[in-house]
């Protein structure tokens, strides 16, 4: 099934690749596709799941289920568009890499969680803070967390109490550098 899975995918892909007028982006689709066809699997089949859940997602990298490592880079992204947090954890910790070479000057990536209807107003008095304040307001209220502004090859790792994560509200991350944030976003979804 999940090779089976797998391969619908891989065809879609090929199909699309073939088919389309725009160029074919084909490593960021098919990761994308593999982690779906992970995380399916681990829901669908509960004998699967401690290998299938070791393997998938944005889990994967690091740290057991009360951690994540995400990765940024050059092209501004984020290597994963959602982070489950877990309401058993009591603490969450997220680490933050900058797998590009560009300077935090020209490419400065930081991740910001914050309510999603406070990311506006966060990212807004950001870029008006500006370069010195790594774009967040100093004292910011409305931030929950934020790892600090990095460049091309350096990492930060922050962690944050669970309890700031209320049930049935939802929750935004993304890089507050100005611009950035079009492409540099994603849900943080609080789940049992
Ligand atoms: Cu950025």
């Known amino acids: ?19 389309g007028e725009k160029p074919a982006e084909p490593a ?12 399916a699997t681990a ?35 984020f290597d994963t568009k959602e982070i489950n947090v877990k309401s058993s954890c009591k603490d969450f910790t997220i ?29 807004a008095d950001g870029s008006a803070a500006g370069a010195e304040k790594d774009y967040l307001k100093p004292d910011d209220a409305r931030v929950i967390a934020t790892t600090k502004l990095i460049g091309g090859g350096e990492s930060d790792t922050i962690t944050f109490p669970v309890s700031k994560l209320a049930k049935g509200e939802s929750y935004a991350f993304f890089c507050s550098f ?15």
């Open 1 to 19: 099934m999940k090779t089976y899975l797998a391969l619908i995918a891989a065809t879609a892909l090929v199909l699309s690749a073939c088919g």
């Open 28 to 39: 960021k689709p098919a990761a994308e596709a593999s982690a779906n066809t992970a995380t």
């Open 43 to 77: 829901t669908a089949s509960a004998s699967d799941a401690a290998p299938a859940a070791a393997a998938s997602g944005n889990t994967a990298t690091a740290g057991g289920e009360c951690a994540v490592t995400v990765n940024s880079d050059d092209k501004m992204t």
């Open 95 to 123: 680490t933050l890499k900058h797998t590009g070479t560009m300077p935090k000057a020209g490419m400065g990536h930081n991740m910001v969680i914050t309510k999603a209807s406070d990311k506006d107003g966060v990212m």
């Open 178 to 192: 100005p611009g950035h944030a079009s492409l540099m976003t994603g849900k943080v979804n609080l789940v049992d």
